[in-house]
């Protein structure tokens, strides 16, 4: 930039302050646009009292604003670190506009969609600020050419042949036709070098760099969204989405001030063809605007590509019963789940579900079973350990469109082990044994019996037990009272865990001979 700006004397007191320059292009009628953060860090450059900051990215003929925020701060000792920021309000607006000393790109139109003998159409006006006693002549111009939105400057190189001039009035606006690109894949940029003089080698300067629109199309369930990208020299205010009709030609269907729009309500396997024309101005009187360019064309083919809405999912099971596990029976999970219908009413192609299933919390979800028809919303399954699991369940269209995973479901075991209080091992085929009733999900004990005088007369980690009334020696045991203690441990979601407080107890040994 060929201007400096300097920020107001600024006086401060306890602490320092450092400055961030907010610059913009001018505020426009048709489109505003919010300040933005040019410097990263501090500015501590100062002239005399002031701090001063170069704006050196600046395109010729285009008018900047600029205001400048303070960030007051108390420094630890050493002046190292900065800390209790304030941040000040923001100065008064200054906006300037940059010499016109250099060429002013205008146009980058395509006007051919192909990957092969694409063509774009590039325009420039010539200098209006150009001193040329300083910089006599001849002039010429010379069309740079890079891929891309945001080529480096390097990557810039000549497509044409100079176009010269003896005289600045004959160094007029010039328009070049590049043809023979690729312009379906991807965007060009363009930049136009000015040389002065009789030695023309290195030019006096260039005009910022302007790139072509870029459209992109994503095809949807009876929708097209649309997209695209520029970087124009000059800013683009409006954006006009045009569909081709059945006669070739270019229809608008609406406008756009960001870089998108959703063309709704059309039919399922038809091809659509698309266009974008952008208008754009430099705010310059001098300059014609609006500047109008156009993207390449784009075809697209809308299809059901929407999944439905994920299902909310129950499972219910035994531990749900008011008796838990006293009445035994296989463990079974029950899976149900909604109708997907009622959250999205749009989804009214559901062909069936599919049901997912993990071990544990936060193992991988895998598929384990799938259910066809929109009504069919149950399913059954028994896991290896109890009851244990986590579950979720998806939605399927006709075109085989699955929705998210519903919420995942994870399902505990419901532990229980209880311990009677005495048995008759008399032979007579009932009550024989010593056995837990009623008992489930249990993984293992550690049960020990004792006598009256604590000496261990029978031990099992069986959650069965099955004891005869005989001691370690397999000698039958007299009548009496025995105590037991038993730790239990559970099958539960978490692993294998212990109960916190062990089962213990008496034993009535009954045998009916005495």
Same mark, same amino acid.
């Given at each position: 930039?060929?201007?400096?700006?300097?920020?107001?004397?600024?006086?401060?007191?306890?602490?320092?302050?450092?400055?961030?320059?907010?610059?913009?292009?001018?505020? +426009?009628?048709?489109?505003?646009?919010?300040?933005?953060?040019?410097?990263?860090?501090?500015?501590?450059?100062?002239?005399?009292?002031?701090?001063?900051?170069?704006?050196? &990215?600046?395109?010729?003929?285009? &008018?900047?604003?600029?205001?400048?925020?303070?960030?007051?701060?108390?420094?630890?000792?050493?002046?190292?670190?900065?800390?209790?920021?304030?941040?000040?309000?923001?100065?008064?607006?200054?906006?300037?506009?940059?010499?016109?000393?250099?060429?002013?790109?205008?146009?980058?139109?395509?006007?051919?969609?192909?990957?092969?003998?694409?063509?774009?159409?590039?325009?420039?006006?010539?200098?209006?600020?150009?001193?040329?006693?300083?910089?006599?002549?001849?002039?010429?111009?010379?069309?740079?050419?890079?891929?891309?939105?945001?080529?480096?400057?390097?990557?810039?190189?000549?497509?044409?042949?100079?176009?010269?001039?003896?005289?600045?009035?004959?160094?007029?606006?010039?328009?070049?036709?590049?043809?023979? =690109?690729?312009?379906?894949?991807?965007?060009?940029?363009?930049?136009?070098?000015?040389?002065?003089?009789?030695?023309? &080698?290195?030019?006096?300067?260039?005009?910022?760099?302007?790139?072509?629109?870029?459209?992109?199309?994503?095809?949807?369930?009876?929708?097209?969204? =649309?997209?695209?990208?520029?970087?124009?020299?000059?800013?683009?205010?409006?954006?006009?989405?045009?569909?081709?009709?059945?006669?070739? /030609?270019?229809?608008?269907?609406?406008?756009?001030?960001?870089?998108?729009?959703?063309?709704?309500?059309?039919?399922?396997?038809?091809?659509?063809?698309?266009?974008?024309?952008?208008?754009?101005?430099?705010?310059?009187?001098?300059?014609?605007?609006?500047?109008?360019?156009?993207?390449?064309?784009? *075809?697209?083919?809308?299809?059901?590509?929407?999944?439905? *809405?994920?299902?909310?999912?129950?499972?219910?099971?035994?531990?749900?019963?008011?008796?838990?596990?006293?009445?035994?029976?296989?463990?079974?999970?029950?899976?149900?789940?909604?109708?997907?219908?009622?959250? *999205?009413?749009?989804?009214? %192609?559901?062909?069936?579900?599919?049901?997912?299933?993990?071990? +544990?919390?936060? #193992?991988? =979800?895998?598929?384990?079973?799938?259910?066809?028809?929109?009504?069919?919303?149950?399913?059954?399954?028994?896991?290896?350990?109890?009851?244990?699991?986590?579950?979720?369940?998806?939605?399927?269209?006709?075109?085989?469109?699955?929705?998210?995973?519903? %919420?995942?479901?994870?399902?505990?075991?419901?532990?229980?082990?209880?311990?009677?209080?005495?048995? &008759?091992?008399?032979?007579?085929?009932?009550?024989?044994?010593?056995?837990?009733?009623?008992?489930?999900?249990?993984? +293992?004990?550690?049960?020990?019996?004792?006598?009256?005088?604590?000496?261990?007369?029978?031990?099992?980690? %069986?959650?069965?037990?099955?004891?005869?009334?005989?001691?370690?020696?397999?000698?039958?045991?007299?009548?009496?009272?025995?105590?037991?203690?038993?730790?239990?441990? /559970?099958?539960?979601?978490?692993?294998?865990?212990?109960?916190?407080?062990?089962?213990?107890?008496?034993?009535?040994?009954?045998?009916?001979? #005495?």
């Amino acid at each position: 930039m060929r201007w400096t700006i300097i920020s107001a004397g600024l006086r401060f007191g306890e602490g320092r302050a450092a400055i961030r320059f907010l610059p913009i292009p001018a505020l +426009r009628a048709f489109r505003v646009k919010g300040y933005q953060k040019l410097t990263e860090f501090s500015v501590l450059e100062m002239k005399g009292d002031r701090y001063v900051f170069y704006d050196r &990215t600046a395109d010729p003929g285009r &008018t900047y604003c600029y205001r400048v925020l303070a960030e007051f701060a108390k420094l630890t000792p050493g002046g190292r670190y900065a800390y209790n920021l304030v941040e000040s309000l923001p100065s008064r607006e200054i906006c300037l506009q940059q010499n016109r000393d250099l060429p002013i790109m205008v146009k980058a139109d395509i006007t051919r969609t192909d990957p092969l003998t694409g063509a774009v159409q590039v325009c420039w006006t010539k200098p209006s600020e150009l001193d040329t006693i300083s910089h006599p002549g001849p002039y010429s111009y010379e069309l740079l050419r890079a891929a891309g939105l945001n080529p480096a400057p390097a990557a810039f190189q000549p497509i044409s042949g100079r176009l010269s001039s003896l005289t600045f009035a004959g160094a007029n606006d010039t328009c070049f036709l590049d043809q023979n =690109l690729n312009t379906v894949s991807g965007p060009y940029s363009y930049r136009v070098a000015l040389y002065t003089g009789s030695a023309q &080698t290195t030019p006096l300067g260039l005009s910022g760099p302007t790139s072509t629109v870029f459209l992109q199309a994503s095809p949807t369930d009876k929708a097209i969204n =649309l997209s695209w990208q520029e970087n124009a020299s000059w800013d683009n205010y409006l954006f006009i989405v045009e569909r081709q009709n059945i006669q070739g /030609e270019f229809d608008s269907i609406g406008t756009s001030f960001s870089n998108a729009f959703q063309d709704k309500g059309l039919v399922n396997g038809r091809e659509y063809c698309y266009r974008i024309r952008a208008l754009g101005t430099y705010s310059i009187p001098e300059i014609v605007s609006p500047l109008i360019n156009h993207s390449q064309i784009v *075809c697209a083919v809308p299809k059901d590509n929407v999944p439905p *809405c994920p299902p909310e999912l129950t499972v219910k099971n035994v531990c749900d019963t008011p008796d838990g596990c006293a009445s035994w029976a296989p463990p079974v999970n029950n899976l149900t789940w909604s109708d997907p219908r009622e959250t *999205c009413p749009e989804a009214t %192609d559901i062909a069936g579900y599919r049901i997912y299933f993990a071990p +544990r919390p936060g #193992e991988p =979800l895998a598929r384990i079973g799938q259910v066809n028809g929109v009504g069919n919303r149950g399913y059954s399954h028994s896991p290896e350990f109890g009851l244990i699991g986590c579950y979720a369940v998806t939605a399927f269209d006709l075109l085989n469109n699955e929705s998210a995973l519903s %919420d995942t479901v994870c399902v505990d075991n419901c532990p229980r082990y209880q311990l009677p209080n005495a048995f &008759t091992p008399n032979g007579d085929g009932q009550n024989d044994l010593f056995t837990p009733f009623p008992f489930c999900f249990i993984e +293992r004990i550690e049960f020990k019996v004792f006598n009256r005088w604590g000496q261990l007369v029978f031990e099992t980690t %069986d959650p069965l037990i099955n004891w005869d009334g005989r001691n370690l020696n397999g000698e039958a045991l007299p009548n009496g009272a025995y105590s037991y203690i038993c730790k239990v441990y /559970e099958q539960r979601l978490a692993g294998v865990l212990e109960q916190p407080i062990p089962l213990a107890g008496y034993i009535q040994l009954v045998r009916g001979d #005495e």
